[in-house]
């Protein structure tokens, strides 16, 4: 089983648009009761979702019986395949003494 810390899962375009949406209703809420929400301070924050090729296989057998589904279904996951970052020092990088 795996669990980690929250991360940031969605990208800039998405973000934007919620945004872009929420922004009415943060208005409405300071017009109508007078609360208001802090803006987010979203920076240029690195969409964290990422699948890892374990994964994507769970997700191609899993698949397998949606007939020409499969395919879309498998090739949209694998957008988000990446290898996981690794603690410490990379393999090759020197390594510094005191």
């Given amino acids: 089983m ?17 945004e872009r949406i929420f922004a009415l209703d943060r208005k409405y809420v300071l017009d109508e009761l007078g609360i208001g929400l802090p803006e987010p301070h979203l920076g240029n924050r690195e969409c964290r979702f990422f699948l890892d090729s374990d994964a994507l296989a769970e997700i191609s057998t899993a698949a397998r019986n949606l007939g020409n589904s499969a395919d879309a279904l498998i090739n949209a996951a694998a957008q988000y395949v990446r290898t996981r970052p690794r603690s410490g020092p990379q393999a090759g990088s020197p390594r510094k003494t005191s």
């Fill in 2 to 18: 795996f669990s980690a810390p929250s991360q940031f899962i969605f990208g800039a375009t998405v973000v934007a648009e919620a």
